[in-house]
């Protein structure tokens, strides 16, 4: 039974490949329901679309009205719009769902302009009227080039280019834009795609796929979006994910016989190859772009930390003082990590010195968070960086002092930038809500951990927040292979029956 539901207001193609056909199958197979109003049924084939017949505006308000009695929307997305009056119907509609439905839709926008097979889809005069009437009730529009040229002006012609397109979009009334890379000639042999919700910057790169069967890349894309906003997935994550669907539908569709065809609408990617590269500025997939987004000093970039020696770190407690480093460790923890807020100075260097000597004492692997230059300076096993911090910390003097480096990261997108670092491990969360930080709009959830962990083979992973040993079970099945908790243990009666029990659930997965 699906929880989120998503309706797609776009034309009919009797090809199947494309809109709503392409977009019913996209919702479907990434897990949301999904509801049609059909705007227009389409004669086409391989050829060109050969005939657009619009339908009536009454068959077009029977539709919305009978979705709007029982079954409202999480997302909309919208596809063709045949004519200027579906256009202004369209807005009114989506305006009166945001005043009165009990929570607002999230509306996707693919900007139909011109069908990838041929044949114009839209009236010339219905640009103006979408640019005035519908863009500013739009929360997300995924144009390609030729789609972002005709709305803004701006051709694609360097990355600083698509920067352009996104503030111009963005002027023009829309929460957000993803500028699609697949027909932007700056790179060959890679397709990058830059999404911008104007504060801030997402860039994404795959490496480009050669096929004629890439019909129904607009729709499916913008379906995807749709399907997994609805579900709860944050601009980001949703805008990688997607990136990944279409890379695995090209991938598949690449194999089929015969010229032109569609793209392959299958099931949630799981393959590592078919996500894509975040771009980072002095990575190596940014050097062979030649991209740069400018907001870093070149030459930051360093990759492969210190190994921990295991994919299974086991129980891994988060502490704010040494006497919890002592006690944990006499209680057989082997991983731990100390993270003092409160002190300073002296104080602090000393408490990081003691959680030093009292590791080495234990054989135990004692990071120190956020304090790397004292971890260095005074020769710790390891630090723990936040994202925030990443872009501070001086990562080639980490590396170069030996020290292990785990970094926190918060769904798909922060975990394949972080994953390019090669950091001794992940930290993924909040897997649950947590009573020590507030994670807003950042509950991964036991599902989205599962999937995390099926895209990442080689660096070992730690899950945090809000575990407890109520749900320990269902996160270590996840086979994350480390659980880090910090209230389970120092808010209980007993700790050290809390650490044996955690230390079972462990076991036995």
């Not at 505006?57 to 909309?76: E, G």
């Not at 799981?270 to 070149?298: C, I, K, M, Y």
């Not at 968070?369 to 710790?380: F, P, S």
Request: with cysteine.
């Amino acid at each position: 039974m699906f929880n989120n539901r998503v309706w797609t207001i776009a034309g009919s193609d009797c090809t199947g490949g494309a809109g709503i056909q392409a977009d019913i199958k996209t919702i479907h197979n990434l897990g949301a329901e999904a509801c049609s109003v059909i705007t227009a049924v389409t004669a086409q084939n391989t050829q060109g679309v050969q005939e657009i017949n619009a339908v009536s505006d009454d068959v077009l308000m029977s539709q919305l009205k009978a979705l709007n009695s029982d079954k409202q929307a999480d997302a909309i997305k919208i596809g063709m719009l045949a004519n200027k009056r579906q256009v202004l119907l369209i807005a009114d509609w989506i305006a009166n769902t945001k005043e009165t439905w009990s929570q607002a839709p999230y509306v996707v926008y693919d900007p139909v302009a011109l069908a990838s097979s041929g044949g114009d889809l839209t009236e010339e005069d219905v640009l103006p009227t979408i640019k005035a009437k519908l863009l500013p009730l739009i929360d997300l529009i995924t144009p390609n080039a030729n789609e972002v040229q005709r709305i803004t002006g701006v051709y694609l012609i360097g990355w600083n280019s698509l920067v352009e397109a996104g503030e111009a979009m963005i002027k023009l009334g829309v929460g957000a834009v993803v500028v699609k890379g697949g027909h932007v000639d700056i790179e060959p042999n890679a397709s990058v795609d830059y999404c911008t919700d104007g504060q801030h910057h997402y860039w994404l790169s795959n490496k480009r796929i050669d096929t004629e069967h890439s019909h129904g890349t607009g729709c499916t894309f913008a379906s995807a979006m749709a399907s997994l906003i609805a579900q709860g997935y944050i601009l980001r994550d949703a805008f990688t994910i997607a990136k990944a669907y279409i890379t695995q539908g090209l991938r598949h569709s690449s194999q089929y016989d015969g010229i032109y065809g569609a793209v392959w609408q299958g099931f949630w990617p799981e393959n590592t190859h078919d996500f894509p590269r975040v771009l980072v500025n002095d990575s190596p997939t940014a050097q062979q772009l030649d991209w740069d987004d400018g907001s870093q000093p070149s030459d930051i970039f360093t990759s492969g930390f210190a190994s921990v020696g295991t994919n299974k770190l086991g129980l891994y407690p988060v502490v704010n003082n040494v006497e919890w480093i002592e006690r944990l460790l006499k209680a057989g923890i082997k991983t731990i990590q100390l993270r003092e807020k409160t002190s300073s100075g002296d104080a602090l260097k000393q408490a990081i010195l003691q959680a030093i000597a009292l590791g080495q004492q234990y054989d135990a692997r004692v990071f120190i968070n956020d304090h790397w230059q004292l971890a260095i300076e005074l020769g710790a096993y390891g630090v723990h960086l936040g994202q925030e911090d990443i872009e501070k910390a001086d990562l080639k003097a980490i590396k170069a002092a030996g020290l292990r480096l785990g970094i926190s990261t918060h769904g798909h997108y922060e975990m394949l930038k972080i994953m390019q670092y090669k950091p001794s491990y992940l930290a993924v969360g909040a897997i649950f809500p947590t009573r020590t930080k507030n994670m807003t709009g950042q509950i991964q959830g036991v599902d989205t951990l599962a999937k995390l962990v099926k895209i990442n083979a080689d660096i070992p992973m730690v899950a945090i927040g809000g575990i407890t040993l109520d749900n320990a079970n269902d996160v270590a099945a996840t086979k994350v292979g480390c659980i880090a908790v910090v209230t389970a243990l120092t808010e209980a009666d007993d700790p050290e029956a809390n650490v044996k029990a955690f230390e079972h659930i462990l076991s036995c997965h």
